[in-house]
């Protein structure tokens, strides 16, 4: 029994650094786009490549953890809106050239992408350590 909250509480901890990490990632990618867009096109290069090592891994990590670590079902719903946010900001980016007004979509779908990963971050925080308050009483 013991064993099995300590695995919880690893595996919630886990969790919640992923998607602290996520957060940070989807920021660093913005921010690149905007060195991309106003100081050197040479960024862009940088915007392609970066979102390619965290994109689709780290919710795949998270999702994994979420499992592990026995999360409420909203968390599984949190992180099937970061893969729709994901494949959305792949479409747009990719699918500009056949429907151009797509195309400024990619900003609105970011800015989605980072205030749903900040409430992942939120709603986990607030799950993890009330959990762990009342395991302490």
């Excluded at 901890?13 to 990632?25: E, G, M, N, R």
Aim: hydrophobic letters at 60%.
């Amino acid at each position: 029994m013991k064993t099995t909250n300590t695995r919880l509480r690893y595996a919630r901890f886990i969790y919640l650094l992923l998607t602290a990490a996520f957060v940070a990632c989807v920021f660093v990618q913005i921010y690149i786009a905007g060195i991309a867009i106003f100081a050197d096109v040479s960024a862009w290069m940088k915007h392609m490549t970066f979102v390619h090592i965290f994109g689709f891994n780290l919710p795949l990590f998270m999702l994994v953890f979420a499992i592990l670590g026995r999360m409420p079902r909203w968390s599984y719903w949190q992180i099937f809106g970061v893969f729709l946010s994901i494949f959305l900001m792949y479409f747009t980016a990719n699918f500009k050239s056949v429907v151009p007004f797509v195309g400024p979509m990619h900003v609105i779908f970011a800015i989605v992408l980072l205030v749903l990963s900040c409430f992942i971050v939120k709603n986990s925080w607030t799950f993890i350590f009330s959990q762990n308050k009342s395991e302490e009483e």
